[in-house]
C-alpha cells in the first residue's frame, strides 16, 4: 500500500507564501500522477493542480493560475505545491491524492489532508 504524508500548512497572511509537500512511502511498482485538491467546510473537493511522472502539469482551478506552482521530485516520491500571492479565498484544507501501480492494479491514494489559513 501507500502512505501519503502531508506538511507545510498554516496561518499565513493575505498576500504571503506557503510550500506544501507530500511525500509517499509503502510497496508500490512505480507513482504515476499526482495531484493536490482542496476542500473548505460544506463543499465538494475540488482539484487544483496535476502533475504527471514526466512533469506536465495542468491547473485545473483557474484562480491559482499564476499564483500556485505544482512539481514533483521522483527520486524522494514527492510532489509540492508552492502558493504565493495567497488570498483568504484560498483558506481550506489541501489534500494530495496519488496514483500508485500496485502489482497490475492502478490505485488511488489520499494524504490525510494538511489546513491552510490565509487571515489577516
Known amino acids: 500500500q501507500v502512505q501519503l504524508v502531508e506538511s507545510g500548512g498554516g496561518l499565513v497572511q493575505p498576500g504571503g507564501s506557503l510550500r506544501l509537500s507530500c511525500a509517499a512511502s509503502?510497496?508500490?511498482?512505480?507513482?504515476?500522477?499526482m495531484g493536490w485538491y482542496r476542500q473548505v467546510p460544506g463543499k465538494e473537493r475540488d482539484l487544483v493542480a496535476t502533475?504527471?511522472?514526466?512533469?506536465?502539469?495542468?491547473y485545473a482551478d483557474s484562480s491559482v493560475k499564476g499564483r500556485f506552482t505544482i512539481s514533483r521530485d521522483n527520486a524522494k516520491n514527492t510532489v509540492y505545491l508552492q502558493m504565493n500571492s495567497l488570498k483568504p479565498e484560498d483558506t481550506a484544507v489541501y489534500y494530495c491524492r496519488t496514483e500508485a501501480m500496485i502489482y497490475t492494479n492502478t490505485r488511488y491514494f489520499w494524504g490525510q489532508g494538511t489546513l491552510v489559513t490565509v487571515s489577516s
Open positions: 509503502g510497496t508500490f511498482i512505480r507513482i504515476g500522477d
Open positions: 502533475i504527471t511522472s514526466g512533469g506536465s502539469t495542468n
